[in-house]
């Protein structure tokens, strides 16, 4: 290997993504084809060991590996540091295997919250139970909790949101959640702590 080249070639990569997301199509257009490949398979390779029938989701997982990639006008993308040791191959290989994780953490979640339109948080559940059999009770349990997540989850911050998705909504453990979103689990506990006493103060109003 020509060590002296390596910089040259991290300037390169580092240029190409600065033109990428700030909207060059061409060189949106070449980073696709240098990339695409390296997400397509780890995409494959992360389904192929957690849940092999799902193989036939790879395109539309590496889609969303992409959206990310560019959202936030392309954050992740511009976070690629060469001077680390790793590839841009590598890297946006490590971000696809986190969003296969968190899309099967994610149907995960949405599966075991199917069987009910919204899942309720425990304040909720104790003023309202879900086993209520009276379809009338059923009814305002759930418009409660949409005016719960309504009412208070756009007073959280961006960062949280994800968490409160996941666990009050969709029904995750807080365990699940954190491991989904590659957060320290204490984090995911100390939303909820907020979120619930947020709920308390709206239920006592409601």
């Known amino acids: 290997m020509n060590l002296s080249s390596a910089p040259q070639n991290a300037d ?12 060059e199509r061409a060189a949106a257009a070449e980073l696709a ?68 994780r968190n899309t099967i953490a994610r149907a995960a979640a949405a ?35 949409d005016r719960l997540v309504g009412a208070l989850v756009p007073r959280f911050p961006a960062r949280a949101r994800p968490v409160l998705t996941l666990c009050v909504i969709q029904g995750a453990r807080p365990d699940e959640a954190a491991h989904a979103l590659e957060m320290p689990a204490q984090q995911v506990h100390n939303w909820l702590f907020r979120f619930r006493k947020a709920s308390r103060d709206f239920l006592e109003a409601a």
């Open 12 to 23: 390169l990569d580092l240029n190409l993504i600065a033109r990428a997301t700030a909207g």
């Open 33 to 100: 084809t240098r990339l695409n490949p390296a997400i397509r398979s780890r995409v494959a390779r992360v389904l192929r060991r957690l849940t092999p029938g799902r193989l036939d989701e790879t395109d539309d997982i590496a889609q969303i590996v992409w959206l990310v990639l560019f959202e936030a006008g392309g954050r992740q993308l511009r976070a690629y540091r060469p001077e680390r040791g790793i590839s841009l191959e590598a890297y946006v290989g490590m971000i696809a295997e986190r969003e296969v």
């Open 111 to 145: 599966k075991r919250g199917a069987a009910r339109t919204v899942a309720l948080s425990e304040e909720v559940a104790a003023v309202v139970p879900t086993s209520a059999p009276h379809p009338e009770a059923q009814a305002i349990a759930a418009d409660l909790a």
